[in-house]
């Protein structure tokens, strides 16, 4: 089929917070045919917005260059040994599904980042995760094209500077590279099974199972659906700032005044505070503003609730914050990408 740009494209369907915002030129690339058509289209010189499953993104107005949205799909096993399998997958394959696939293929290391939306190729970017597992635990390297030369590169886990929802796609990397190509090492047996988090014994209490890749992967989906917003019923991009991490001094000023106030210690000098916490206490649980709001379950995602633009919801955003700051000294920055 002959391939061409779209133009006026509303972004709509495609972000998770369902806001309003056209894309003046639009192209899915479903196959990687299709990205080495379009990089060698005259579009692809314009300003480009890189769009995977659009679950990390507020788009807070129309935006002027192409939107390339990323789609291809194929995983496989690379190889294998008794202990340990190497999985390549390609960017647009969808996260929740792999994880899917490689529990079903008895492969343990991803089962605690069940259900987190988005596409596969862009869990590197903000190094994602949940219930204590990061993808860095199990990244082995990935492949990115670099949109400057053309040339596909290698980063190997160490080149990748990953850290608390960082990587160096965020910063030197930022717009430089299209991860097209995710490699994970995991486990065959002896699975490294990760219950830190005590939501997850309790939910396995209530299922009546015993720790496994299957049964944490089953609880992790039971917490998280009961605890946040599906964004297919009500508009959200998940955690909308990250947690701030302050001195441990800082922290036990703040504990002084706010006895109750909650925070894990994040090496051995400073302490991750939660911010969700701190919204809730700063009055902002379940607040509304039109469509613009608070979810009414957990303070630190901000939702749609049907026709709020997406500057209605940095509105919101920056209110919070210079209450939380006001309140507790502490400044949170956006876990999102606004746009
Ligand atoms: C309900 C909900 C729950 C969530 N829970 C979690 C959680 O528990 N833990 C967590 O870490 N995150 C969570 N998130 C955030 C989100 O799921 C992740 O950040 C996810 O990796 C975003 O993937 P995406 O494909 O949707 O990214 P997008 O929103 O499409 O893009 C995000 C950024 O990455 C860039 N990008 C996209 N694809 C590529 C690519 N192939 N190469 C280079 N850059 C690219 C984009 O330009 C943009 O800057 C949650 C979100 C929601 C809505």
């Not at 479903?30 to 990205?35: E, F, G, N, Q, S």
């Not at 379009?38 to 993104?57: A, Q, T």
């Not at 343990?108 to 596969?120: A, C, D, T, Y």
């Not at 302050?246 to 002084?256: D, G, P, T």
Request: glycine share 10%; charged share 20%; with cysteine.
């Amino acid at each position: 089929m002959e391939k061409s740009v779209s133009t006026n494209v509303s972004l709509k369907p495609y972000n998770s917070f369902g806001v309003e915002a056209n894309a003046h030129y639009f192209f899915e690339a479903k196959t990687m045919d299709d990205l080495l058509w379009i990089v060698h289209d005259d579009h692809f010189k314009l300003p480009k917005l890189i769009l995977g499953g659009g679950s990390n993104v507020l788009l807070t107005k129309d935006f002027e260059g192409l939107v390339l949205k990323i789609s291809f799909k194929e995983k496989w096993i690379e190889k294998s040994n008794e202990d340990h399998t190497l999985v390549s997958v390609m960017g647009g394959e969808v996260w929740h599904t792999f994880v899917q696939w490689t529990i079903q293929n008895g492969l343990g290391g991803l089962e605690n980042l069940s259900l987190i939306p988005g596409n596969v190729g862009t869990t590197p970017v903000q190094n994602i995760g949940a219930y204590g597992v990061e993808i860095k635990d199990t990244f082995h390297h990935l492949e990115a094209l670099n949109v400057e030369t053309g040339e596909f590169e290698i980063f190997r886990k160490e080149e990748c500077d990953f850290g608390y929802r960082h990587s160096i796609f965020k910063t030197k990397g930022k717009g430089k590279y299209i991860i097209t190509r995710v490699f994970f090492q995991l486990t065959n047996r002896n699975h490294q099974l990760n219950t830190s988090y005590g939501a997850i014994n309790k939910e396995l209490e209530t299922i009546g199972k015993e720790a496994s890749i299957q049964s944490i992967s089953e609880a992790v989906i039971n917490i998280r659906s009961s605890k946040l917003p599906n964004p297919a019923v009500i508009g959200n991009g998940g955690s909308f700032f990250k947690n701030p991490v302050v001195a441990n001094s800082q922290f036990l000023a703040l504990k002084e005044e706010f006895p109750e106030m909650v925070g894990y210690p994040s090496g051995s000098e400073q302490t991750k505070l939660a911010a969700g916490w701190m919204i809730e206490k700063a009055g902002w649980k379940n607040y509304r503003k039109g469509d613009a709001g608070v979810y009414e379950k957990q303070a630190l995602v901000l939702v749609n609730h049907g026709n709020a633009t997406g500057k209605e919801v940095l509105d919101l955003s920056i209110a919070i914050r210079k209450s939380v700051n006001e309140t507790f000294g502490v400044i949170l920055e956006p876990e999102i990408n606004i746009l």
